[in-house]
Nanobody, 115 residues
Framework: QVQPMESGGGLVQAGGSLTLSCAAS????????MAWYQRRPDGTRETVAA???????MYADSVKGRFVATRDNAKQVVYLQINDLKPEDTGTYFC?????????WGRGTQVTVFS
């Protein structure tokens, strides 16, 4: 059973930056478009970024210009660089493949932004 492992979150002042990482074993990222999801404190979840196997990226309107998704296929890691953090970026961030049959969800990584 594949379960991604997210890391890199933290407590950050507004305007700061973080880089989140997501890894999984077994070469499972290969061939999959990967996405980052934000679960807000109110429980709602939004897809904030996605990256194809060739590196094409897509972002939610709310994060365009601030979030940058990248991937290292050789290392089987996907990254989410978050710049100019805002309090509304607070939440738990998860990654998973973009598919109707997704993997089990990891524990996520918590991002808390204070102003």
């Amino acid at each position: 059973q594949v379960q991604p492992m997210e890391s890199g979150g933290g407590l950050v002042q507004a305007g700061g930056s973080l880089t989140l990482s997501c890894a999984a074993s077994g070469g499972v990222f290969t061939g999959n478009t990967m996405a980052w999801y934000q679960r807000r404190p109110d429980g709602t979840r939004e897809t904030v970024a996605a990256i194809t196997t060739k590196g094409m990226t897509m972002y939610a309107d709310s994060v365009k210009g601030r979030f940058v998704a990248t991937r290292d296929n050789a290392k089987q890691v996907v990254y989410l660089q978050i710049n100019d953090l805002k309090p509304e970026d607070t939440g738990t961030y998860f990654c998973n493949k973009v598919d109707t049959n997704q993997w089990s969800w990891g524990r996520g990584t918590q991002v808390t932004v204070f102003s």
